[in-house]
């Protein structure tokens, strides 16, 4: 019996979370016209990402705490992640946390949910006098500002090149970091991104999808890595 473990990260907004908060946040406080140009402008790389979330952040004037958590109490969580959760941990696997939006809402969502143990990497939220939004990015990469937190960074510096890495993702911030590991679970635009790409996934819907097809790798006697992410892993450290 075979017992194959795995480093697994995961997005959050659209993937954990059955809505993407950061968006339907800045749509529901802010002026929405302007926070989906920005959106379009940064989605066609026409601005970078910190500048894309900083303007958006600017159209929400006075922030409502106590609106927002009953705004949040409307989301709910993917069926399967409190399982897939349990899974990791039965199995071995280490877990963390890949997203683009902002802890003030990420904590909130997980402590909700009984989670708040799970590592994360994310942009940071702060709050003025005013209530005004003040955004931080404390895991830029300077080469690349697709991105506002780089998921790649997180996911070569939390892994090394014997581990089988896993992805599971829905979205444009997922692009990028999808392409880094062996085994990537897309939906929505990642799926048609891998799609269009030709890069090799596992379609899924909730992560119960996911833990099935994982338990089905954890017990392959071979287990091959994606060669296409080994040359990905290798180029960027050939860079320095």
């Keep these: 019996m075979h017992n194959n473990t795995f480093k697994i990260f995961v997005d959050f907004d659209g993937t954990i ?11 529901h406080f802010g002026d929405s016209e302007k926070a989906l140009e920005i959106a379009n402008d940064w989605m066609n790389y ?24 009953k705004f949040l109490e409307g989301i709910q969580i993917d069926p399967g992640f409190i399982k897939f959760v349990d899974w990791c941990m039965q199995s071995n696997s ?6 683009d939006g902002f802890d003030y809402y990420i904590d909130k969502f997980l402590r909700r949910e009984g989670l708040s143990h799970i590592e994360i990497r994310t942009n940071k939220l702060f709050f003025g006098n005013e209530n005004q939004l003040m955004p931080l990015f404390p895991y830029t990469d300077e080469e ?21 890495t896993v992805y599971v993702g829905d979205g444009f911030t997922d692009f990028c970091p999808a392409q880094f590991c062996d085994f ?23 992560f119960h999808d996911v833990i099935e097809k994982l338990e089905e790798l954890k017990e392959k006697k071979r287990l091959k890595k994606r060669h296409q992410a080994e040359l990905k892993r290798r180029e960027v450290f050939i860079q320095g």
């Design 184 to 206: 990537i679970f897309a939906k929505n635009s990642l799926l048609k991104y891998c799609e269009v790409n030709r890069i090799t996934y596992f379609p899924y819907l909730t």
């Design 94 to 99: 280490e877990l963390k946390i890949l997203s």
């Design 17 to 27: 979370s059955q809505k993407d908060i950061g968006e339907m946040m800045l749509l």
């Design 46 to 69: 026409n601005i970078k990402a910190t500048d894309a979330w900083i303007a958006s952040c600017n159209t929400i004037k006075k922030f409502d705490h106590t609106e927002f958590d």
């Design 144 to 164: 690349c500002t697709k991105c506002a937190n780089c998921k790649r960074n997180h996911i070569l510096n939390y892994s090394s090149d014997e581990d089988y």
